[in-house]
């Protein structure tokens, strides 16, 4: 059974860090397109970040570039999402997401199979 878990989300005041993680289970991590995603309160759903399961290639939307990293650990088959310097507009729940696909980084949700259940992301002062 494929599942997605994830966690670390949380209040943080600007300027501050969190750490999210997502475990998998019932699939390798590595042989999946992998992405986190976030949806604030009245927008659609974006992507934040993603990883190709060819190259590992890397893509980052242009408002949290130089702030966020995304990485798997493929040993403990869990995806990574750093982020630094967080700002309020970072504020909501994040989703990490996976697709079986032999190919590039995706950037759309109706692009992937599985999704875990989101964590929560306030940054407020």
């Known amino acids: 059974q494929v599942q997605l878990v994830e966690s670390g989300g949380g209040l943080v005041q600007p300027g501050g860090s969190l750490r999210l993680s997502c475990a998998a289970s019932?699939?390798?991590?590595?042989?999946?397109?992998v992405a986190w995603f976030r949806q604030a309160p009245g927008k659609e759903r974006e992507a934040v970040s993603s990883?190709?399961?060819?190259?590992?290639?890397?893509y980052y939307a242009d408002s949290v570039k130089g702030r966020f990293t995304i990485s798997r650990d493929n040993a403990k088959n869990i995806l990574y999402l750093q982020m630094n310097n967080l700002k309020p507009e970072d504020t909501g729940i994040y989703y990490c997401?996976?697709?079986?696909?032999?190919?590039?980084?995706?950037?759309?949700?109706?692009?992937?199979?599985?999704w875990g259940q989101g964590t929560q992301v306030t940054v407020s002062s």
């Open positions: 990883i190709s399961s060819t190259d590992g290639t890397t």
């Open positions: 997401a996976a697709v079986a696909q032999d190919g590039g980084y995706l950037l759309m949700w109706y692009d992937y199979q599985y």
């Open positions: 019932g699939f390798t991590l590595d042989e999946y397109t």
